[in-house]
């Protein structure tokens, strides 16, 4: 391939990750910000504690199972339309959300939609970068959408500490709204100058099963164990990270805030930090995400030991960022490698709904648990669900060929 050509690829691939990262940071910016603004919607009375829990475990259903419904969609439905509409949808939703909030139905309904709506983003869009980018390139924009979902973390938190609760979700619906405008441009460009085509890839032609079988031998069960262990570690404590900062250290909501944004700013490393470890250890996805959940695993370890709050938010902080190299292992090294495949976008959305089946699960328990085994009992909890992450990694399946 000549020189010339791989500069084109490369600046192709280069305007549509950025893109797509772009979209991918409102997504995330939108699904932070009831953390961010919880504490002030619970001191303000209009949802107390039992029913932010409810909420979020609502909204990290809808949004499983639309990354189920939609993955499977995505292999058919161009990628112009699923993310463009999502983001369009969800902004409505985001809009309404605080107008409704005498509601608490009403409010779970459409916080419930915007889950879903949230959803059509992620596996289609990581279907049209994988089948229209190199493989190196198309790595490097998962990289780019993976570290937008961690700083959608700390943006939410600055919106938080400039704006009412009411307002994050107005300025959040308006982000929403602008790239759901700019992606279907962009999509519309992109297919007229061939940047993108679809239908390169196809899943095979093969008896009923054969696709699972495909994914089977692609390690698709250990990488589904991974992604509920790292989904719960990724979205929910950090959805409850500021309620922890205000009932287990005892900051006040405003500098909870603040100690959010910088944590969560500090957290967002962790996709290049990743890539960095992934390189050290000679490209091994396996051994790179065991060091990342043996890390995690101490490091809860060191929050349930320390008691000093500026040590303990510190290890938090770190067990977060370990157990967040695992999964950007998973989302941007594994998923990508599926091209071949034809099947990413389901086998995405697939790994997506499941890592999300088990954040809104475990945000109900963890909001009741907060009361009846204390935070303490909480760490230990998620201490264990990295020492899982650790067995998982471990490489039984070359100790047994060996054998």
């Not at 280069?14 to 699904?31: E, K």
């Not at 059509?120 to 980018?133: G, H």
């Not at 696709?211 to 589904?224: A, E, M």
């Not at 034809?342 to 648990?369: P, Q």
Request: glycine fraction near 8%.
């Amino acid at each position: 391939m000549s020189q010339n050509k791989l500069n084109s690829k490369a600046k192709n691939a280069l305007m549509l990750g950025t893109l797509c990262t772009l979209a991918y940071l409102a997504v995330y910016i939108a699904r932070n910000i009831l953390g961010t603004v919880q504490p002030q919607i619970e001191a303000a009375g209009v949802l107390d504690k039992e029913a932010l829990g409810v909420l979020s475990s609502i909204y990290f259903t809808c949004y499983a199972c639309g990354q189920l419904v939609n993955g499977l969609l995505g292999n058919r439905i161009k990628a112009k339309y699923m993310m463009s509409f999502g983001l369009a949808f969800a902004g409505v939703c985001t809009l309404l959300f605080p107008l409704m909030s005498a509601s608490v139905m009403t409010v779970y309904i459409v916080y419930g939609a915007t889950g879903f709506f949230l959803s059509m983003i992620y596996a289609p869009m990581t279907k049209v970068v994988a089948e229209n980018t190199e493989p190196l390139h198309a790595t490097r924009c998962a990289l780019g959408y993976s570290f937008a979902s961690y700083v959608g973390s700390p943006a939410a938190g600055v919106l938080a500490a400039f704006l009412t609760w009411q307002g994050v979700f107005f300025a959040s619906s308006g982000v929403l709204l602008f790239m759901a405008v700019s992606c279907f441009v962009c999509f519309l460009v992109f297919e007229k100058k061939g940047i993108v085509q679809y239908g390169k890839f196809q899943a095979p032609k093969t008896a009923p099963g054969g696709g699972i079988k495909v994914l089977v031998r692609h390690k698709i069960i250990k990488f589904t164990l991974i992604a509920i262990l790292t989904g719960i570690i990724r979205t929910t404590v950090v959805h409850w990270l500021t309620t922890y900062i205000v009932e287990h250290l005892g900051f006040d909501t405003d500098t909870a805030a603040l100690i959010y944004t910088v944590a969560t700013v500090a957290i967002s490393a962790s996709a290049f930090l990743a890539v960095f470890l992934y390189g050290r250890l000679k490209q091994n996805i396996d051994m790179t995400v065991l060091v990342s959940f043996l890390t995690a695993a101490l490091s809860f370890l060191l929050v349930f030991l320390c008691k000093q709050p500026t040590l303990n938010i510190s290890f938090m902080v770190l067990a977060i960022l370990a157990a967040n190299c695992a999964s950007t292992m998973l989302w941007s090294i594994y998923c990508p490698s599926l091209r071949d495949t034809g099947m990413v976008s389901s086998a995405t959305g697939f790994l997506d709904f499941m890592s999300y089946m088990a954040a809104a699960a475990s945000s109900t328990i963890f909001a009741k648990a907060a009361g009846s085994i204390g935070w303490n009992g909480l760490i230990l909890v998620w201490f264990g669900l990295m020492a899982v992450g650790v067995m998982i990694s471990l490489p039984f399946d070359k100790f047994l060929k060996k054998r």
